[in-house]
């Protein structure tokens, strides 16, 4: 079972900042995607952004240009650096990862952590 940590958040103002890391309980290899969700109160998760094992990555439109993405091999962890923050950003961020073994995709989920953007 692999575990997710997350760390960072907390609350910013309009256009401000903050960072996201989330540590695997394991050394992540082979085939896999770590990415980010997010949650707003009554609102679906949506993908925020992922990140492949070849490096290639996806974010929602909406942030765009504004949130990166990154992996760091020698740490294990996945970090979303987010700028000029939006109220709209609001939420509860999970960190995901899908880990191949052979063909078989494995889900795993962290517990969320808050990110609160005031205007």
């Known amino acids: 079972q692999v575990q997710l940590v997350e760390s960072g958040g907390g609350s910013a103002q309009t256009g401000g900042s903050l960072r996201l890391s989330c540590a695997p309980s394991v050394s992540v290899g082979g085939r896999f995607v770590l990415g980010w969700y997010r949650q707003a109160p009554g609102q679906q998760r949506e993908m925020v952004a992922t990140?492949?094992?070849?490096?290639?990555?996806e974010y929602i439109n909406s942030v765009k240009g504004r949130f990166t993405i990154s992996r760091d091999g020698a740490k294990n962890t996945v970090d979303l650096q987010m700028n000029n923050l939006k109220p709209e950003d609001t939420g509860t961020y999970y960190c995901f990862a899908k880990i191949f073994t052979f063909t078989i995709g494995h889900d795993y989920w962290g517990r969320g952590t808050q990110v609160t953007v005031s205007s």
């Open positions: 990140i492949s094992h070849g490096g290639s990555t």
